[in-house]
């Protein structure tokens, strides 16, 4: 609980409420100095490292970790030292790292021996000093670092020049650990106060007014635990329906057995029996049955964590979260059981023992208050077809979202594009000669077989990320903020992303002494021009307009599928600077078959390049799409689970009231009723209960959808198409399961079921 995250946010501009993670490390440095008397600060931050391993160049992850990092979160290896204060003193000074638990199993097979070997990353050797314990990954929940490194180290590590003396490099998080005594409240007062007194005199951006804000740390840092919130609440609710539905069918069937129990309950009841012993003995079967459930569940649920972290991982590498039920499950799954059992149990025994005991001994099977009791499980009957259809809808409307977002035009082509990262700086790559290794690989794959088009670009695509400027435009009255990607020729075609109007970059655009070239959206050219042609005009970004607009795009999903028609904008790379980019490779054949001989053009300029993250751009829209995937996949099971639970207990009632009513049966049928009509008496009895619960069920999905509205895409939360086939896809397993019994009453013999009565 003393375990907090620094942010910080803007009181006033543009960005005002906005909460910042981001800090130059001169920054890190002087607020931890300034602030040491509140919290005990440490920094980190992430970094791709190339490793050298059995001749051959791969990217792992790494993390930059200030001196204290491990000391102050309470982490101890298990082998081996942790990296200390003395190790990051002396910028490059101590090429030391240590490994976490599943890099030292998967690469040194557990050898204890690892501890003192020697690793080369980005063609530097590290010593291994330890070993970190099984299951920590740092603060970030979704990251996997392979490696911790002083922060000092940052210059070898990311391969670029020294952020440690740059302030204006934000690319630290904070994090710390309260003093004893010290409020939140009063450290971020502290921290506030200290902040401003560092970014007193420096650019204008930052001598905004602002404030520290801290978070809680214990959970760890996760950005998308906000986003699965939702979704996780709704999948909860609907588990809560599945086991109402579920509590409702064995009542009901529960009820029918008790029924023909009713004599024999009413003979005890007769010669002594205590009612409250005869509700205890019904009850103690329904808590057997519960607890048979309970104990089934907890078996799937261990054969289905990973499953669903797979499903979270959209196919990548699973989250590292713990979720084997533990005691904490176990006394959950005990306590919903308990409650199960006494929920469908309850009303069953109780109408059961409630019997005048006179007229019961000297009834039939089907003497007083079996229509009361039949009227019972019809109410109940319905009531699981209403919570199934409210269950079914929603499943349809989750599918039809995730069917809109996988078809809908996103302005490119999401089919045939290998994708893969790169980053020449850290192979010694500088200045200009990034710029030549880009256009040289681009050369050489284009003229590999299969391959239509390629391009690099800096930013991901449906990644979530984003790198948003300032737009001043020529004649313009407004000047938006635009999302803006580097991007070299060939990209465009490479997406196939169409243009409206004047031309796509060419190898030219990215010559020394070109002219300052621009290629914008059609959401950009619409906020600064309206419906002029910008073609020809010139827009820059954050300053002068000094590059000419020389062609239109459509508008594209570049943050993610659910994004609007953000304004974007596209320079070529050497307007920008050198950078990592992002390789993308149109190709005529199935994409991953181009990946090899990509391998091998790269080996062939630079032994020591990986290409790291290869994978499709189908691949990575699918893993933007996991909280939709998520949500279809287990509401459709559920919907499925409830439609069988629905129908099961269909089922159940029919036979029941078909045995109930043999001899009835059997009088129609000898005063001359057709089997037809026998046929139609129990069918009509099957609709009449389904089209209640239909009505109810229509309503509940209505009430639901809206619920859920903020969930959905493309689709109505009140969907007449999707409510009406739910219902008919009930009415017609309905009248599927209603066939059995109504068959076996049409060929009731009169004679058979007289003698019977």
Known sequence: EELVFVRYKYLEGRSAGSVYTGYAYPVYSDLRERSAASAELFA?????????????????????VSGNFLEV????????????????????????????????????????????????????????????????????????????????????IQGQESALARRGWKWLSIGGRLRAGVSRARAEAALTGAFAGIEKGSAAETRMRMSIVLEPAARGDYWQRDRFANALYVLMA????????????????????????????????????????????????????????????????YAADSALLRIFGAGARALPLDVRPDVRVLAFTLAISVATGVLFGIFPAFSATRVDVNPALKEDAGGTGSRRRLLARRILVAAQVALSLVLLSGAGLFAKTLRNLRTMDIGYDRQGVLMADLDPRQAGYRGDGILQFYDELLGQVRQIPGVEAAGVASLSVLSGGMVTHNITAEGATQHPDALMTVVSAGYLEAMRMRLVAGRAFTARDNLPNAPKTIVINEALARACFGDANPVGRRLGIQGKADAEIIGVVRNAK?????????????????????????????????PAA????????????????????????????????????????????????????????LYGVLSFMVARRTGEIGIRLALGAGRIDVMWLVLRESVAVVLAGIVVGAWGAGQSGKLVKGLLFGVKAWDVWTVAGAAVLLLVTALAATWVPARRAARIEPVRALRYE
């Open 73 to 156: 979160l309470g982490v101890q290896p298990v082998l081996g030292r942790t990296i200390t204060p003395a190790d990051d003193r002396v910028p490059g000074g101590h090429p030391v790292a240590m490994l976490s638990y599943s890099f030292w199993k998967n690469r040194f097979g557990g050898d204890a021996g690892a501890v003192g070997r020697q690793v080369v990353m980005n063609g530097l050797a590290y010593t291994v000093i330890g070993v970190l314990p099984n299951g920590f990954t740092g603060t970030t929940l979704n990251s996997h670092p392979d490696v911790f490194v002083p922060m000092m180290m940052q210059p070898q």
């Open 238 to 301: 609907a588990v809560g329906l599945v086991l109402l539905i579920a509590c409702a069918n064995v009542a009901n069937l529960t009820m029918a057995r008790a029924a023909s129990w009713h004599r024999e309950i009413s003979v005890r009841l007769a010669i002594g029996a205590g009612r409250p012993r005869l509700i205890a003995q019904l009850l103690t079967e329904s808590l057997a049955i519960a607890a048979s459930g309970g104990v089934l569940g907890i078996v799937l649920a």
């Open 594 to 649: 181009v990946a090899a001989p990509i391998r091998r053009e790269l080996h062939a300029i630079n032994t020591h390049m990986p290409l790291a993250r290869v994978r499709t751009l189908e691949e990575q829209s699918e893993r933007s799409l996991v909280e939709d995937r998520l949500l279809a996949t287990l509401s459709e099971a559920f919907g499925a689970i409830a439609l069988a639970l629905a129908v099961v207990g």
């Open 44 to 64: 980190f931050g992430g970094a791709g490292v190339d490793l050298v391993w059995s001749g051959e160049v791969e990217r792992i992850d790494g993390l930059l």
């Open 558 to 590: 570049y943050v993610d599928l659910r994004d609007g028609d953000r304004p974007a904008c596209y320079i070529p790379p050497r307007a920008y600077g050198a950078q990592a980019m992002g390789l993308y490779v149109r190709t005529a054949i199935e």
